[in-house]
């Protein structure tokens, strides 16, 4: 994903009533900006640490500014900007990097479906009316190599799993695609100690048949984009 204009560089003060925080840019400025994270962020940030952050250009916003990549006390890059991950899967699925999902002649995103009034991230389909069924959650909590999700407790996240494990037992293919956008992270799995019902959910999907992948992202101020698989630990 080429990011046009190319993500300006500030640092990060402090993150606050959810949707804000406080960036000052390199000319000593402060500004309030988006943060289009819904999550705790844990891990994912220290005060006055670099950040990157996107401008939309449109004056009329509020925040006309978003943040998209912090660095954790350790060091590390995370993206932070969940909407950005559905855009990373789909550009890395038609791209060939995903080899898993391959092969299908179309794909759809927002589809309806399920029990639960839900909305699937992509469904891909064959002409032969093979499909495929994936949600995609974007991973920022690491703990050391260890990647962990939800980094809060998710009801919706658990709501999902439900939903992917009864196409699974109803011989439809599903598939539970983490997308890792932090730098230090090795291997993904559940963050059982926040979210013990998310973990669960996971565990009993994982039985009936839904797949689980992970794949990294490398993140720049120019391009964020998916590159390899990383490991899930079940």
């Known amino acids: 994903m080429k990011l046009t ?3 300006a560089k500030g640092q990060l003060l402090r993150r606050y009533k959810r949707f804000l925080a406080d960036v000052k840019l390199e000319t000593g400025e402060i500004i ?3 943060c289009p994270n819904t999550g705790s962020m844990k891990n994912c940030w220290g005060e006055n640490t670099p950040c990157w952050y996107s ?3 449109n004056p009329k916003r509020k925040y006309r500014h978003t ?3 912090t660095t954790t006390p350790e060091g590390a890059l995370a993206g932070v900007n969940t909407g950005r991950a559905n855009a990373l899967v789909e550009e890395a699925i038609r791209d060939g990097v995903v080899t898993e999902l391959q092969g299908y002649d179309h794909l759809k995103r927002e589809v309806k479906y399920g029990e639960e009034n839900s909305r699937i991230d992509f469904w891909l389909s064959r002409d032969d009316g ?3 069924y994936v949600e995609v959650k974007n991973v920022t909590l690491a703990e050391g190599p260890r990647g962990l999700f939800p980094d809060a407790v998710s009801a919706r996240g658990t709501k999902h799993l439900r939903e992917l494990q009864k196409l699974a037992e109803n011989g439809v293919r ?3 695609f983490y997308c890792v ?3 230090q992270i090795e291997t993904v799995e559940a963050a059982a100690e926040i979210d013990p019902a998310y973990a669960a959910a996971l ?3 994982i039985a009936a048949g839904v797949e689980v992948l992970a794949y990294r992202a490398v993140m720049g101020a120019e391009e964020i984009r998916l590159t390899e698989p990383v490991p899930f630990v079940g």
């Open 5 to 7: 204009p190319t993500l």
């Open 32 to 34: 309030t900006i988006h």
């Open 55 to 57: 401008d939309s250009g």
């Open 67 to 69: 943040l998209e990549i």
């Open 130 to 132: 093979a499909a495929c």
């Open 174 to 176: 599903a598939v539970l």
């Open 181 to 183: 956008q932090h730098s």
């Open 203 to 205: 565990e009993q999907a």
